[in-house]
Nanobody, 124 residues
Framework: QVQLVESGGGLVQAGGSLRLSCAAS????????MGWFRQAPGKEREFVAT????????YYADSVKGRFTISRDNAKNALYLQMNSLKPEDTAVYYC?????????????????WGQGTQVTVSS
């Protein structure tokens, strides 16, 4: 079992930045790859980014590549998502999740534990 708590969401103007955090507890955090997803109103939850257990490998959705950076601090059991050059279409609830070892990384089924989400709203 693992508990995940996201924070750092808020309201920001287009072009601005936000840094999301995800605090993890209940498991050996450093053993598992992690990811961020988001869900906009009326849309399905979609993959944003993922990072390997040690942090050496990262993958991004095309829509955020070059603007978002995923990172982790295993000593602090923390996952981060630095979001720059934000656009109104980035508005969504953002979720962190623990990825299952092996398999793919871009579908919800690849993840087994989820946080409650944090709202990000980007105004134009």
């Amino acid at each position: 079992q693992v508990q995940l708590v996201e924070s750092g969401g808020g309201l920001v103007q287009a072009g601005g930045s936000l840094r999301l955090s995800c605090a993890a507890s209940g498991r050996t955090f450093s053993s598992y790859p992690m990811g961020w997803f988001r869900q906009a109103p009326g849309k399905e939850r979609e993959f944003v980014a993922t990072i390997s257990s040690g942090g050496a490998r990262t993958y991004y959705a095309d829509s955020v590549k070059g603007r978002f950076t995923i990172s982790r601090d295993n000593a602090k059991n923390a996952l981060y998502l630095q979001m720059n050059s934000l656009k109104p279409e980035d508005t969504a609830v953002y979720y962190c999740a623990v990825r299952r070892v092996g398999g793919n990384y871009y579908t919800e089924d690849d993840y087994e534990y989820w946080g409650q989400g944090t709202q990000v709203t980007v105004s134009s």
